[in-house]
């Protein structure tokens, strides 16, 4: 089968100015996004992760290069029935209530006449916005546009689901239920492709990860491979004294390891938050 | 045909949201009670000779009030909408989804020109009106004296309903298509005006075309601009139509609807292939 999306010898310039001098947004990329796993895009603000995501779905188009999605040679309309976007930064039509919005995007995805109603709801119930569905977008916190958002782009059962920062401005159990979300369709058997600056959530959320910079790709690979360090290990003891980690340290050594440090294991500032915290009140 | 239905079902679908997006805003209620205002006003209008003068002066400024505040309408919300699109990125979600550029634009025409349509058919009405009112006290005044006072017809006002409609749909055309081209909304409006004052203008050049002159290159630039441009004056057969004064030709209306209609097709052709490549 096909991957999900596959990019080959990717450009992209953009012309600014009168003097259209050229700023190379993305340069000579090649990425093969396989199906049904979740795929982190990283990089540095500037780099070209939005660019490269938007020439995929047709909406900027290339200088260079190859692109195919779910085995189609370009973003045809019959490819963007099966797939899902969720732009960076999202604002959708503020006079429409999020549930107008949501049906709107599920007919103009296609979805079948009689099944609209329960789309909706479905993706609604899915990104937990049905409380608020009723409101008008522009009354919507930033974390319920992002989740809104999502509604819209799953609505219509894609089998790729594009996601621009899905977590920018949202609270961290706001981010932790997106993250969640992500895992429901990844094991419905979607492929879903994200960009993000959290790297901590992307490290739990992610199978595989590609990092950019200034528009080329330096790393690619499996998140367990890339982060491993199969040369070190790490052990938590506890009730440890000074007696006892001269023994073990002298044990270690009789087999020629190395303790090279020990410190006191941290819980994240995140984990602690989640402790503490019950959760926003838009969830 | 299941997909040239569905294609029409996306198109229906923008210019609904689009048609409420307008609705929903305040500037076109605010030039509806401006124009509506103005048109009620000519009912204080009295001149003198009790006659076809005066029902075809409350006409010319009721058609006056409508083209004006239409035309401003038609250029500055339907680039609004337009832009409004654009730049907060809501065209990316929407363009992100099985919609094609055509369908797009052609949703955002119609959803304009539905709303040029309550507009025009609001604005008509209470011209009808008037007219209706006044005309009842001139036939009583006249019966006094033994003039006998013009009569406007209500059929004609419906045809010409139908001919300003058209006429605005061909600006909304032209500021589509103006703004498929441009960065900026200025831009579309200043230039989108222009053309509507070109277009107004426009029988100029189609008069010089027929008299003879030595400059080949002074021919051709008018012959190309008497194309580009369409005559939005030979809308202008409201009072014949409306009081029936002067003689309307049988196939005078249709003529000019068809031209009108050949503009709108032409012109969303020519936006619509600009605005495929355009980079969202
Ligand atoms: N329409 C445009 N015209 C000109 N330059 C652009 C345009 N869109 C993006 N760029 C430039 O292309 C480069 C890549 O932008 P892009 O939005 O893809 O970055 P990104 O990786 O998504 O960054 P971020 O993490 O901040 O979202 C940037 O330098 C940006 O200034
Ligand atoms: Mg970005």
Redesign the pocket.
Known sequence: MSSAISVRHLTKD???GIRGLK?R??DDLSLEIPRGQVYGLL??????????LKIVLGL?SATAGEISILGHPSATSAARRRTGFLP?APYFHKFLTGRELVRYCAQLSGVAADSVGAAVEDALGLAAMTEAADRPIGTYSKGMLQRIGFAQAVVHDPELVIL??PTAGVDPVGSAAIGRMIHTMRDKGKTIVL?S?LLGQVEQVCDRVAI?DR?KLVLEGAVDDVLARRDRHVMTVEAMTPAARDAAEAALAAHGAKVTSVTHPRRSLEDLFRELVTGSRDA | MPNMKASLQRTLWISRVTFLEAVRQRFFAFLLVLSAAMVLSSVSFRVFDFGHGELKFIADFGFGGMFFFGSVLAVVMTAQLFFSEMDNKTALTLLAKPLSRTEFLLGKFCGAWAVLGVFVIVLASLLGLVLWAREAELIALAEQSGKIPATFSAAGLAEFVLLQWLRLGVVTAIVLAISALARTFLFAVVVGSLAVVAGQLQWIAQDAVLKPSDSLLYEGFLWVSCRLIPNLQQFNIGDALVLGSAGVAPGAVAEVALSGLLYVTAYLCVGSLVFRRR?I
């Open positions: 953009f012309r600014i700023l947004a993305v990089g540095p603000n500037g780099c070209g992760k939005s660019t490269t900027v960076e621009d920062e960009c600056h950019m528009g | 980079e």
